[in-house]
């Protein structure tokens, strides 16, 4: 029988964050304030390494992705897959060049423009995960 320490136990509570960002320093820069925030990061460079993420892992609980990616579809055709396989995961759209209308958003699905305000940002993803 293995002993888990609270620091482990600490581990496996901490909610997972997949950031999809297509742009290198974008996504450190996403990672390190998901991270400060409170949660574990995991990194995607396009909507298709996202899917295969979240195809591979159960515990994936907010989606942070930009809409402008190459690939096969970008961050809003994302969220949609996101809303149609994965239900339960929260989706945080983010873009420096589309404004995005709730209208066009799907259900349960939050826009930020670029820059974001990095508290607004870390509020609104604990909100999601019930601790805000």
Known sequence: MTMVTTAQAADFDKLVVLVV???PLLRMMAVDLVEDAGFEALEAANADQAVKLLEARRDIRIVFTDIDMPGSMDGLLLAAAI?????PIEVILTSGHVHVSEVMLPERCVFFSKPYDHMRLAATMRGMAGQG
Do not use: A
Not at 83 to 87: K, T, Y
């Open 21 to 23: 960002e297509d742009e």
């Open 83 to 87: 809303r149609d396989r994965w239900p």
